[in-house]
Nanobody, 131 residues
Framework: QMQLAESGGGLVQPGGSRTLSCAAS????????IGWFRQAPGKEREEVSC?????????????YADSVKGRFTVSRDNAKQNTVYLQMNSLKPEDTGVYFC???????????????????WGQGTQVTVSS
């Protein structure tokens, strides 16, 4: 069975950093586009980052929402091939929310970002930015 699991959430002070992990079981993530989403209380779910499939024409390039550009970095674990990370720096209270990862096969972020093309979803991990 193909499953995704996020980890790494928790309480962090404003200005701090946190790294989230998205780990797959039952498949490897190398040929999947991975989207990172967050949902704050009372707000719609927002896709904050995407990394494209390694097999896609753009070679797995990334897209970031304006709200996190320059602060968040998405990357793949080339050794494990079943883990994708979201490095979050300079965190702000407005970054608080439940963070989800989602996957869909063989597509670049230009096709998946902001779309409904993600098929596999994790359960989410809570990130709270507060002093």
């Amino acid at each position: 069975q193909m499953q995704l699991a996020e980890s790494g959430g928790g309480l962090v002070q404003p200005g701090g950093s946190r790294t989230l992990s998205c780990a797959a079981s039952g498949f490897t993530l190398d040929y999947y586009a991975i989207g990172w989403f967050r949902q704050a209380p009372g707000k719609e779910r927002e896709e904050v980052s995407c990394i494209g499939s390694s097999g896609s024409p753009d070679g797995g390039s990334s897209i970031y929402a304006d709200s996190v550009k320059g602060r968040f970095t998405v990357s793949r674990d080339n050794a494990k091939q079943n883990t994708v990370y979201l490095q979050m720096n300079s965190l702000k209270p407005e970054d608080t929310g439940v963070y989800f990862c989602a996957a869909t096969a063989f597509l670049p972020c230009s096709e998946t970002y902001g779309s409904n093309k993600y098929i596999h979803w994790g359960q989410g991990t809570q990130v709270t930015v507060s002093s």
